[in-house]
């Protein structure tokens, strides 16, 4: 089974702190993503990334950046975290020429 | 930007009953995804109907495509308090790069 793991699935920071969301995956894919959920505005694309080094900006990039140095494993990186960056934040990766994301079991970040 | 719309936003049902999801979307598609999420979890595929296709079906789902309309919907017949989730539609942004998902609807099954 493809797993794709998220490194917390709770995590509380204060605003102003650099916070390092990690996910992996355990099988070759070549596509990895980030998106944000927040009730109501469903799930927005942040970043992707479709090979190691590359990376793609999404829908809401502002206040973020990624790292993938290793194909397996595809970093979020809040430069200066904000309370408006309180979500659910999921990973999810994908085989190149596939249409199926598997997603990790997101991480619930808080600001305070 | 949200590419699909998943109507209604919520959904409150009775075990045995069916459930019926519809979703619109903006631009042309080559397929269109279903998943599911139960809460406070990832998200899992359930489904995917390709653009020539009008119908599909998968156990006890059964999703419709129509591209004239730029809609689909997902049924789940005889539901179960199992199926308590929250249901999203999603396709490409592009070809073959990231999915965009629609802002689901939230299905609650009582027993």
């Known amino acids: 089974d493809v797993k794709v793991t998220q490194s917390s699935r709770y995590l509380v920071k204060r605003t102003g702190e650099k916070v390092f969301l990690e996910c992996v995956q355990d099988?070759?894919?070549?596509?990895m993503f980030w998106y944000r959920q927040d009730p109501g505005l469903g799930l927005r694309l942040i970043y992707f990334?479709?090979?190691?080094?590359?990376?793609e900006k999404g829908d809401i990039p502002e206040g973020y950046s990624v790292s993938r140095e290793k194909k397996e494993r595809f970093s979020l990186i809040l430069e200066s975290a904000s309370t408006n960056q309180t979500s659910m934040y999921l990973c999810a990766s994908r085989p190149q020429g596939t249409t199926e994301a598997f997603f990790g079991q997101g991480t619930r970040l808080t600001v305070v | 930007s949200q590419q699909g719309e998943e109507d209604p936003q919520a959904l409150s049902i009775q075990e045995g009953e069916n459930a019926t999801m519809n979703c619109s979307y903006k631009t042309s598609i080559n397929n269109l995804q279903w998943y599911r999420q139960n809460s406070g979890r990832g998200l899992v595929h359930l489904i995917l109907?390709?653009?020539?296709?009008r119908e599909k079906h998968s156990g006890r789902l059964r999703v419709t495509l129509d591209t004239s309309k730029k809609s689909s919907s997902l049924l789940i017949t005889a539901s179960r308090a199992a199926d308590t989730a929250s249901y999203f539609c999603a396709t490409f942004k592009q070809a073959g790069t990231a999915l965009i998902f629609g802002k689901g609807t939230t299905l609650s099954v009582s027993s």
């Open positions: 099988m070759d894919h070549e596509n």
């Open positions: 990334s479709y090979d190691v080094k590359m990376k």
């Open positions: 109907i390709r653009s020539n296709e």
